[in-house]
């Protein structure tokens, strides 16, 4: 609300209404403090009753992907996401469970209701919001999303570049490596046409993990791989001592992760976006972000289907 000046107000008037102030308050302070709203209480009490009920909540999630969700020396899930998940638990009060499921599986697994919500590096894109293939028809009944992070694709090449790689159209005539069915395939396929049109054909490989796309960089089975900007970054900076790998060029086409419900989980949602906010309020957020060095992805707010 704007400031607004004070009115002129007659001295005797001033004086009763700061008498009667001072009764209101010393007969409802207690009151009033007490009936001062906790935002983590709220919230939780806006957790749909099969979740509270069961004191769980279950996240289907690829834990194939450093370093947003990868396993830790003791074999359990870690990473960026993992951990925005267990502080999201926190303030909702239930456990979290992580079912590994490949990326591919995801959207059809939770829509089986294998799990709650899916949370793995998700990017919130149109085509996954409205259930659509490839070719733009409608297979499934797309899934909502909250969104909770800032990721743009960039393009990992050998240490020291050696093929000069330093944007998409350098990708003509190449070959390049992904992760299958993830934003890079996207924009891997809009890429094809354009190398094609300028006559210099773009090769593609789409592997099943993002692992293996790495591994034809550094073996120059491909001249470069896309990658979601979070990962190739931990990729150049720790693979081999950073000696391995390289970030070139800008990232392209940001869009947020987002945690996928069901269409028809509207209240669950709702909750998870109420408590993403809540997580970001806190200074939580921030830490998780800074101890996974990608603190350059925050978002401001939780936002519900906002990628593009």
Excluded at 18 to 45: E, F, N, Y
Excluded at 232 to 240: G, R
């Amino acid at each position: 609300m704007p400031h607004l000046p004070h009115a002129r107000r007659p001295a005797v008037a001033g004086t009763v209404l700061a008498a009667v102030g001072a009764l209101l308050l010393t007969g409802c302070g207690s009151g009033q403090q007490a009936a001062a709203s906790d935002p983590v209480k709220d919230i939780r009490a806006k957790l749909p009753k099969a979740q509270r009920s069961a004191g769980v909540l279950r996240i289907g999630m690829d834990v194939n992907y450093t370093p947003v969700e990868f396993r830790g020396p003791d074999g359990k899930p870690t990473g960026l996401d993992p951990d925005l998940a267990a502080a999201l638990g926190r303030i909702l009060d239930v456990r979290v469970e992580f079912e590994d499921t490949p990326f591919a599986k995801l959207i059809p697994g939770l829509q089986g209701k294998q799990f709650d919500v899916a949370m793995s590096a998700l990017s919130d894109i149109r085509q996954r919001r409205e259930g659509l293939d490839e070719n733009g028809k409608q297979v499934n009944p797309g899934v909502d999303f909250v969104d909770y992070f800032i990721a743009g694709t960039s393009i990992v090449v050998p240490k020291g570049n050696p093929k000069g790689i330093h944007g998409l159209d350098d990708l003509c005539g190449r070959t390049v490596a992904f992760q299958q069915g993830t934003s890079q395939d996207d924009i891997a396929t809009r890429q094809t046409a354009v190398c094609a049109r300028a006559g210099r054909p773009l090769t593609v490989h789409r592997l099943d993990s993002d692992a293996k796309a790495l591994a034809e960089v550094a073996s120059g089975a491909a001249a470069a791989g896309l990658n979601d900007y979070p990962v190739a970054a931990y990729a150049a900076k720790t693979t081999d001592g950073g000696g391995r790998f390289e970030v070139t060029g800008a990232q392209s086409t940001s869009n947020p992760y987002g945690i996928a419900v069901r269409k028809e989980d509207t209240e669950l949602r709702d909750t998870l976006s109420k408590a993403v906010d809540q997580l970001i309020r806190s200074g939580e957020y921030d830490k998780i972000l800074g101890k996974w060095n990608v603190s350059a992805g925050a978002a401001q707010n939780a936002v519900v289907n906002g990628g593009i």
